[in-house]
């Protein structure tokens, strides 16, 4: 199975799971997207909007590679007081001790390595002083948040989208040699499971019903007699007839389809292998 196909299948099942559990209003469903849309949004609007010193490098700082409008920032590094005193610190580079930053604060800092948030003015320099800093006191503490937790509400909604228009099993349009396969005998019935609308019926995609299928040809029409729950139906269709090679694909599994549309039907048929779904393709031809 594609990786795409298995995809669409999650979603697609997703979606099916969503319909089983608020029914089958469109409204129910895609307000159960949008409510789970929501809970992601609300706490990611509320982290991008909440002010935090932006973390840099000393290379960031040495080459003024900082974000528009950045002047608050974190830095991490060796805090040395300066033989000037007087609430002047030096914050060296971990990697590069000739590269450090001035720090200004009015309070007494511990020396060591240590993380210093504040205001920047960066200089462009190679090496020793490659900016200034006017220190926070107490330092703004990096705060993990757990984006993965906030986005999986909005992922959840983005499957059910994706599920409510695919279906469930999704169908996926195929290539192949079918027009080459031997055509089915006159008579010959073989095994099927369908969903769709014949007439006034309908079957769910998710829930096929199993019966059999045989073809009589006519040079302008194709009369397709499926044999279902002892209830004989038959589809007329014009030829060359509409029906295209499908593949309906499952979380689990794929199975080789063909999608029918005839004059009084709407079918997805499923088969056990792909050359019967071939030779019945080919007979519509």
């Avoid at 019935?189 to 019966?211: D, L, M, N, Y």
Wanted: proline share 7%.
């Amino acid at each position: 199975m594609l990786p795409l196909d298995l995809v669409l299948a999650v979603a697609g099942r997703v979606a099916h799971e969503v319909s089983r559990w608020v029914g089958d209003s469109p409204r129910a469903r895609w307000g159960v997207a949008a409510g789970l849309l929501l809970l992601s949004a609300i706490p990611i609007a509320f982290i991008g909007s909440s002010p935090r010193p932006t973390d840099l490098t000393f290379d960031d700082v040495r080459q003024d590679h900082i974000p528009a409008m950045t002047t608050w920032v974190r830095l991490e590094g060796e805090l040395r007081q300066t033989g000037a005193g007087g609430g002047l610190y030096e914050l060296h580079d971990s990697r590069d001790d000739a590269k450090y930053v001035i720090v200004i604060t009015d309070a007494s800092l511990p020396p060591g390595h240590t993380m210093v948030t504040g205001r920047i003015s960066p200089l462009l320099a190679a090496t020793g002083n490659v900016g200034t800093i006017d220190a926070d006191v107490p330092a703004v503490p990096r705060v993990d948040e757990p984006i993965w937790l906030y986005l999986t509400p909005g992922v959840i909604a983005i499957l059910i989208a994706i599920g409510l228009r695919a279906g469930y099993p999704v169908v996926r349009r195929e290539r192949g040699p079918g027009d080459r396969s031997q055509r089915l005998a006159p008579g010959e019935t073989v095994p099927v499971r369908w969903s769709g609308r014949i007439g006034s019926e309908s079957i769910a995609r998710f829930s096929p019903e199993a019966g059999t299928i045989e073809v009589a040809i006519e040079p302008d029409l194709a009369f397709l007699a499926l044999s279902s729950g002892d209830v004989p139906r038959t589809i007329r269709m014009r030829r060359p007839a509409s029906a295209q090679r499908v593949r309906l694909c499952r979380i689990t599994s794929r199975e080789a389809g063909l999608e029918i549309h005839g004059q009084n039907a709407d079918l997805v048929l499923g088969f056990g292998d792909r050359a019967t779904r071939d030779r019945l393709a080919a007979t519509l031809r």
